[in-house]
């Protein structure tokens, strides 16, 4: 069966340092890969997709990039967090029309 | 511009009674329907779905009603037990596509 890894579960980090959130899916080959971020209140925001390895698609322009280096690893990354960046972040991975969420993260940055 | 709509950010329901979750969309072009459970500091889980070659999809205590013309869905949950107390998302996408659109969420709370 299908599964998705993220990590780590909290964050807590100051503004302008860096961050990377991992995720993999194991169980599936080629999945669609998926970051969202839900902010206090609010609903699920899609930060970025991918396809395939390499092809990122950015939804939102901000200061978060994202990267797949293998097939079924995703990296949510920036190099100096604003505290705008807070909230609690959620990779996903879909193979056949239905998205499946990882525990996501909760990142606070003070 | 939000394309997937949830006007009820809360709703309260008596245990064993109906609990109706709204979801409007503005694309006609979204064939794929999907609804969320998700409960605090966890990622959301994967409810129910439904094509739009359909109206309506039962799975258990949970039925989902599509009206294309009013570019209208809803999530029925019959009887409504505590459980079932969470924030619950709606979510379009195109079967072609890509991308998930989702909806701000409703928090059902079922009284005991």
């Known amino acids: 069966s299908q599964t998705i890894h993220q990590w780590p579960a909290t964050l807590v980090q100051p503004v302008g340092s860096p961050l990377s959130l991992e995720c993999t899916v194991e169980?599936?080959?080629?999945?669609?890969l998926y970051w969202y971020r839900q902010a206090a209140g609010r609903g699920l925001q899609l930060l970025f997709y991918s396809v395939g390895i390499g092809q990122i698609s950015s939804e939102v322009p901000q200061n978060l990039s994202a990267s797949r280096p293998q097939d079924r690893q995703f990296i949510l990354s920036s190099k100096k967090l604003l505290l705008s960046d807070s909230g609690f972040y959620l990779c996903a991975w879909s193979v056949r029309g239905t998205l499946h969420f990882g525990n996501g993260t909760r990142l606070t940055v003070t | 511009d939000q394309q997937v709509k949830q006007n009820s950010p809360s709703l309260s329901v008596q245990e064993g009674r109906i609990s109706i979750l709204n979801c409007d969309y503005t694309?006609?072009?979204?064939?794929?329907f999907l609804w969320y459970k998700k409960y605090p500091a966890e990622g959301p889980t994967f409810l129910i779905s439904i094509s739009s070659i359909k109206d309506k999809n039962e799975d258990g205590r949970f039925t989902v009603f599509l009206n294309k013309s009013a570019k209208h869905l809803s999530l029925h949950i019959v009887p409504s037990q505590p459980g079932d107390s969470a924030v619950y998302f709606c979510?379009?996408?195109?079967?072609?596509?890509?991308?998930?659109?989702f909806g701000t969420g409703t928090s059902l709370t079922v009284i005991p």
């Open positions: 979510a379009a996408t195109r079967n072609t596509g890509n991308q998930f659109y």
């Open positions: 694309n006609s072009m979204f064939d794929y």
């Open positions: 169980g599936t080959s080629n999945p669609n």
